[in-house]
């Protein structure tokens, strides 16, 4: 009679927004996957290790928000201002190694 283990859910590091909720299935090589339940609503299929080790953080909405937030804005005068800060300082940099 084969004993059954139980199957512990992984605990995510601190800035992850998936929760683990159920185990799903074992691959080949194997390595357990899991049901985790992100922040934003959606239900992903995770791998275990990824979840501990901090490689996946969410099912792809921070990478969607930062790269929002990362954005220039459509404001002319201040990407023109932007860039002109940049000019400047490479001026200096010049300047300086002369």
């Known amino acids: 009679m084969k004993s059954e283990k139980t199957i ?5 590091i601190t800035d992850s927004r998936l929760t683990p909720i159920k185990f799903h299935h074992r691959d080949k090589r194997y390595r357990k996957y899991f049901v985790c339940q992100c922040s934003c ?3 992903i299929i ?3 290790a990824s979840i501990v080790s901090g490689n ?11 790269r929002a937030n990362s ?11 932007i860039i002109l800060g940049i000019k400047r300082a490479r ?3 010049i300047y300086h190694m002369i």
Do not use: D, F, M
């Open 8 to 12: 512990v859910l992984p605990t995510p």
């Open 41 to 43: 609503g959606k239900t």
């Open 46 to 48: 995770c791998h275990g």
């Open 56 to 66: 996946t953080k969410s099912c792809g909405c921070l990478a969607k928000e930062s």
């Open 71 to 81: 954005r220039l804005p459509n404001n002319k005068g201040v990407i023109t201002q």
């Open 91 to 93: 001026k200096i940099e």
